[in-house]
């Protein structure tokens, strides 16, 4: 039987996220190639995680099934006790709209629409009011420095303010949890450097749980904690 979501957003006992004897393996060439083994790690509350390492560690593959856009072959990840695996389809889509919010390395911007449009989407999709997500969605918009670009598609923003936008779409639903895949990545030192700084505001000042997979250690230093990973496993944490 599929448990129902929850969405208290009281502080259970434990570790706010664990991930478990987590796997996942992909069919390649007549075989099974695993992209993670068996990792496992907690995740704090309030805290600022980056997960480092090479191409092809498996950094992306483990944010994913973290956020439950990908499901793994073994293990589970529990979120303040919940098994997200045993949620039926629906109800992890609706998981994932209510307490996290995702960042990635291609904003992934609708480009006909205003950046005030792009932030206030999943509010809206959450059927809030649109003129309540348009307000809320300027005020993050504001908070995150964009208050004068608005109006402005994502084809007259710089690669530093598209990203500032996917992150006040990410932040528009004041999730629990941020993951950020690579979010500097496309962007040149001191964009990436002032994004970052941007991020680490934000958990600060929000108390927002931000897990951040980089491949960049200057920036990884900032976080308050790293968890490093090679060839699918976790070398240090």
Same mark, same amino acid.
């Given at each position: ?29 007549? +075989? ?5 083994? =068996? ?5 704090? =509350? ?17 944010? +994913? ?24 389809? +629906? ?7 209510? =307490? ?6 291609? @904003? @992934? ?5 205003? /950046? ?15 003129? +309540?997500?348009?307000?809320? /969605? ?55 450097? /002032? ?19 980089? @491949? ?22």
């Amino acid at each position: 039987m599929n448990n129902p979501v929850t969405d208290s957003r009281t502080q259970a006992p434990g570790p706010f996220i664990r991930v478990l004897d987590l796997s996942k393996t992909f069919p390649m060439g007549g +075989q099974e190639v695993a992209a993670i083994r =068996r990792v496992s790690f907690d995740i704090a =509350r309030g805290e600022l995680l980056a997960i480092v390492g090479a191409s092809g560690a498996g950094k992306s593959t483990l944010l +994913q099934i973290v956020g439950t856009l990908d499901h793994p072959t073994s293990g589970t990840v529990l979120f303040e006790g919940q098994d997200l695996f045993r949620l039926s389809e +629906q109800d992890q889509a609706e998981f994932r709209n209510k =307490r996290i919010g995702f960042v990635f390395q291609f @904003h @992934h911007l609708l480009p006909e629409f205003t /950046a005030l449009e792009n932030a206030s989407l999943p509010a809206y999709i959450q059927h809030r009011p649109w003129a +309540q997500a348009q307000a809320e /969605a300027a005020a993050l918009l504001k908070e995150v420095g964009l208050g004068h670009r608005l109006h402005h598609k994502p084809g007259e923003l710089s690669g530093g303010e598209q990203q500032r936008v996917a992150v006040a779409r990410a932040l528009i639903q004041q999730p629990d949890l941020v993951l950020a895949d690579e979010p500097t990545g496309n962007l040149d030192t001191h964009t990436g450097e /002032a994004l970052f700084a941007l991020l680490r505001r934000l958990n600060q000042e929000r108390g927002t749980t931000f897990v951040i997979v980089t @491949h960049n250690d200057k920036l990884s230093a900032q976080a308050d904690r790293i968890v490093r990973m090679e060839d699918g496993v976790i070398t240090d944490r």
